[in-house]
Nanobody, 123 residues
Framework: VQLQASGGGLVQAGGSLRLSCAASGRTFNDYGMGWFRQAPGKEREFVGIINWRGTSTAYTGSVKGRFFISRDNAKNTVYLQMNSLKPEDTAVYYC?????????????????WGRGTLVTVSS
């Protein structure tokens, strides 16, 4: 699966942004889709995941209630809606695909990765 994330940019604190991740190459709905992020000088961290059907999601605690993942299997695309953004959300965001059962939180459990998209939240 080839993945391409897009939609990053500069936003003020409290604002919203929606990231997209377009997939190609294999059957998109065979995979759970995750979002990760990596802030400068920090380890890559799990943000959230959606199962292949789009019926279940899981999030890390710091984004729960603010970030929402959805997918459109007809369009081979997964989305990350980010609301009430904070400066600490600033990072490069990556989408990834996993063939393992839902949920998966470790980056080593993902088979395919896209190039990241930078999100910068100003205070």
């Amino acid at each position: 699966v080839q993945l391409q994330a897009s939609g990053g940019g500069l936003v003020q604190a409290g604002g919203s942004l929606r990231l997209s991740c377009a997939a190609s190459g294999r059957t998109f709905n065979d995979y759970g889709m995750g979002w990760f992020r990596q802030a400068p000088g920090k380890e890559r961290e799990f943000v959230g995941i959606i199962n292949w059907r789009g019926t279940s999601t899981a999030y890390t605690g710091s984004v729960k209630g603010r970030f929402f993942i959805s997918r459109d299997n007809a369009k081979n695309t997964v989305y990350l809606q980010m609301n009430s953004l904070k400066p600490e959300d600033t990072a490069v965001y990556y989408c990834a695909a996993t063939s393992r059962s839902f949920p998966r939180y470790q980056n080593t459990e993902y088979n395919f990765w896209g190039r990241g998209t930078l999100v910068t939240v100003s205070s």
